[in-house]
C-alpha cells in the first residue's frame, strides 16, 4: 500500500523533520507511529497524503508515485485517504453535519448517500445531537470526533489519523479505537500518530518508533516503550 | 459534473453570501460605488460630447459678397460652397435680411438707422462639420469669385477645436483611468474576502476537492456580488441621467440629443462588467491559495 | 502608556503592514483611488467654478443713449449706473467708437459704410457682478433718463445663471457622494483587513490586553494607510491639475484664474482626510472584535 | 482564590454546560478536572477568566465578583491568571519568542525583563531553537509548549490549564507537569483540565470529576476514576 525509500523532508526553514526513511506499509496494516514531541510523526502522515513533498526519495502509495503525481490526481489520491487531523481542520462555516457531508460532496456523492450515512456516522463517534452545530460551539473532543466522522465517512482504503484521541477521556479513547480495529478488520490499512501509552501497548499492533526524523524501531505487535 | 453538484455550487455561494453578510455587503457596495463613478463619468463624457458637438454646430462661417454679383452667380457660388469639404450647409443672407437685424439690435426707433441705400452686403452662413475644418473651409472659399471677406471667429474656432479634442482626450484617459480603478476596487474587495477564508480553502483540498469544486461557489459568490452592485449602481446611473438630462435639455445652447441607445449600451457594458469582473476577481483571488 | 509600549505599538503596526503586505498595498489602493477621485472632483468643481466666473464676467449689458445727450447728462447717468447695486463695472463707447467697431465686423472695403451722419447712438457696456443680478439691473437702467434702449442676452442671461446654480449644486452633491463614496470604500477595506485578524483580537483580548493596546497599532496601521494613500493621490493630482490648468490657460474664454492657495487646501484636505478615515476606520472596525 | 455558587451556564445555542456548581479553591490548590469529552470542562475554566460569563449564579476570583466586575477591570484580571488553551489560541503572526514575549508586553514589562524572562521559560518548555519560528511551522506538541510557556511566564497568582498534555508525549508530559508542580509549590494555584489518568493517578492532587455538567465528584488526593 505505502512503500517508502529514503525519504528526506527539510522545512524551507531550514529544519530537517524526517532523514532517510524508509518504510513499507502492507494493505490491511494497522500501525502506531510514536515518538517525542517534533519527532516528525505528523510529517510522515502529511508526504503520504501529499500535504507536503518530500524533500529527497520516492513515495509509492497504492501503486503511485507520489511525486511524479499530476496536480489534477491529488485530489483523487486523497478521497481515498481519509485523514484525522491533529488541528482538526474543521470548516468553520458549516455545521457538524456539513462538515461530515463535505468529504462525500467533495466525491461528488448522490444527495441520497449523504442522507444515509451522514447521521450513521455521527451516531458512530457520538455526536447525533451535535448535528447543526458550529464547529467553534464544540468542546475541543466533540471537535476531533467530527474529525474522525469526516475521516471514516467516505470508506477510504487507509485512515491516517494524527493522534486522535489526544482530546479525548480514556473511555471515548477506546470506543474510538475500538471503531478503528473494526474497520481495519474490514481491510482499511490505518496509520495513527499517537502518544497514548496505554492504547498501544494495550492493541499490540506493529509500532514505528521516530525520533528526530529516523525511524528507531519496527515492531510487530510492539509496545509504546522499548521492551525492558 | 452532476446536476446535484450545481446545486450544491449554488447552495454554497448563498448561504457564504448569507454567513459574510456585513463583507458580501462591502463588496456589493464597493462594486456599486465603483461602478457608479465608472458609469457617471462615461455618461457625462457622453453627453458632454453631445453639447459640444452642438456647440461645434454653432460656429459660422460668415461669407461677405462683392457688391452686385447678380443672382446665377449667388446660385454659382452656393453650389460651390456646398461642395466644399466640409461645409456641412450654408444659408443665404440678403443685404435687406442683414439690415433688418440691424435695425433690431439698435433699438427700434425709426430713423436712426436709415440710409440713402442700403450698404451692407449680401452674404452666406456656412457651418461646418467640424470645427477644426472652419479655417480651411474658409481659406477655399475665401478664393471663389464674387466673395469679398469671409470672416469666422478665428481664434475661437481655432481654440474650440483644439479645446475639443482635449476634452475628448482627457475624457477617454479619465474613463479608462476610473476602469482600471473600478477593476481594482471590486478584485481587491474580492481578495480579502478570499483572505479571510484562506484557511478553508486549505481544508477543502486536503478533503480531495478538485480546485473547480472549490472554485465554482467562490465564482458565483463573485458573479452575484457583481450582479448586485452593477444592478444598484445601474438604478442609480439611470435615474440620474434622466434627470440630470432633461435639466440640462432646458438650457437653447444645450440641445443635449442624448440617444437612449448609447445609455443602455453603457448600462449593458456595467452589467456586464460587474458580473466578468466579480469572477475573473474570483478566479484569480483563489488561485493563490489553491497551492496547497 | 510608557514609551516602550508607544515604541511597541509603531513596531507592531510597521510588522503588520509588512506582513500583510498585499493587503497592506491594496488598502493603500484603494485610498489612493478613492480620494484620487474625490480630490479630481474638488479641483475639476473649482476649476469649473472659476471658469464660470469669467464667463459670468463676459456678461454685457448695452445701454444706448438717446440722440443729443449731452456730456454732462452722460456723465451724470455714468454715475447713476455705477451706483445701481450689482454694477460691477460700466464703460461709455461713443457712437463713433461703435460705428469703428461695425465697420471692422464688415471687411474693410471703402464705401460700403460711409453715411451721410453717424447713425449710431452712444452707449454704455454693463458688467453685473453676477449672472442673476442681469435683468434687475437691465430694468432700472431702462428708468433712467436718456437712456432710449437696453439690450442684454435676455434668455441666455437668464438661463446661464440657473445654469451656473445648477452646476454648483450638481457639483456639491457629486462631491459629498463622492466624499461619501471614499470614507465607504477606504473603512470597507480596513474592517476587511480587521476581519481577516479577528480571532488574533479575540487572542489578545484573552490574554488581558486593554482595549486600547490592542487599537493602537491598527490606528497606526490605519494612520499609514490612509497616510500613504494620501500623499499618493495628492501627489498625482498635484501634476494632473497643474498640467490641466496650464493646458486649459491657452483658451482665451477660459481664463482660468485658479488660486493655487485652493489647491494646496484641497490637497491638504485630503491628506487630513486620508489620516482621519485611516484612522477612525481602524477604531470602528476594531470595536466589534472586541466584544469579548 | 475562587468561590463558585450555584453557577450554571447556557450557551445561547442552549448547551445547558453547566448546572447548579458550587466550588471552592484555596489559595495554592492544584486540581485536576476530570470528566468525560463534552462534560464541561472547558466551560468552567472559561467562566473563571471571564472568556463567557455564567447564566446563573456568582463567581467570586481573588475577592471579586466576576459579573459584577467593570469591562475595564477585566484585563488587568486576566493578566494575573495563566491560561493555557486547549486549542493552543497562538497569535499566528508573530515567532515563538514574540508569543511569549506578549504576555508580558501586554503588562508593559520593561523590555530589559522581557529580554531576560522569555529566553529562559522557552529553555524550561525545550523551545529555545524554535524561538524564531511562527506557529505553523511548529509541530503540535510543540505549540502546546508555546502556550504553557506563556502562560507561566507572567508569574500569575492562578494557571488555568485545558488538556496541557493533549498532544505531548508521555516523557515530555512528565517534565511539563513537573513544571507546574514547581510553580504550584511556589504558591500559584493551578487548575488544570485533563483526560491524562497516569498523570492524575500519578501526582495524588485534588480531583474534581464533572459529569454533564455537574460535579460528581470533589476528592483531595484522588485518582482519575473513582477508586475501585
Ligand atoms: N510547516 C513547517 N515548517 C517548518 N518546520 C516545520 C513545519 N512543520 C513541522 N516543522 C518542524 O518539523 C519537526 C517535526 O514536526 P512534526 O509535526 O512532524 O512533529 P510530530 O512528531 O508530529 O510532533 P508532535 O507529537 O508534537 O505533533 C518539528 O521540529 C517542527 O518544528
Ligand atoms: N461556544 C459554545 N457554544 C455552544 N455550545 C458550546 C460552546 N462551547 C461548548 N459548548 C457545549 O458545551 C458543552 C461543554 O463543553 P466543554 O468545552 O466545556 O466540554 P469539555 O469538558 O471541555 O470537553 P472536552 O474534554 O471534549 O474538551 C458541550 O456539549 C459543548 O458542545
Ligand atoms: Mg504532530
Ligand atoms: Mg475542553
Redesign the interface.
Known sequence: MIQMYNVSMIYPNGVKALTDVSLHVRKGDFIFLVGPSGAGKSTLTKLIFREELPTRGQIMVNGINIARMKDKEVPYLRRKIGVIFQDFRLLPNKSVYDNVAFALEVAEASSKEIKKLVPAVLKLVGLTNKADMLPTELSGGEQQRVSIARAIINNPIMIIADEPTGNLDPETSWEIMNLLVEINKLGTTIIMATHAKDIVDGLKKRVIAIENGRVVRDEQKGAYGYES | ??V??VG?YFQEAL??LR?NG??AL?SV??VA?AL??LG?ALLTVLNANNIMKSVENELLISV?LQ?GVDETAIGDLEQQINDTPGVAKSRFISKEESLEKLRQ?????KG?????RN???DSFEVNAEKSNLVKGIADKIRGLSGV??V?YPA??VQ??S??VE?VRL?GAV?IIL?AL?AV??IS??I???V??RR??IG????????NW?IRWPFVLEGVFLGLAGALVSGLILYFVNFY?VE??K?????RVQTDMKDVYIILGSLLGGGIFIGAIGSVISVRKFLQ?
Open positions: 459534473m452532476k446535484r453538484t450544491y448561504t457564504s454567513r456585513l463583507m462591502a457596495g464597493t460605488v457608479l463613478i457617471g461677405y457688391e439690435q439698435f433699438g427700434e426707433t436712426s438707422l436709415e440710409f440713402s450698404p451692407l452686403p469679398e471677406k470672416n481664434e475661437v481654440k474650440l483644439t479645446l482635449w482627457i479619465i476610473l480603478a481594482f476596487l481587491t474587495t481578495r480579502l474576502t483572505f479571510a484557511r478553508e481544508i477543502m483540498k486536503f478533503l480531495g476537492a478538485t469544486f440630470i435639466a440640462v432646458q438650457f437653447p445652447f444645450m496547497v
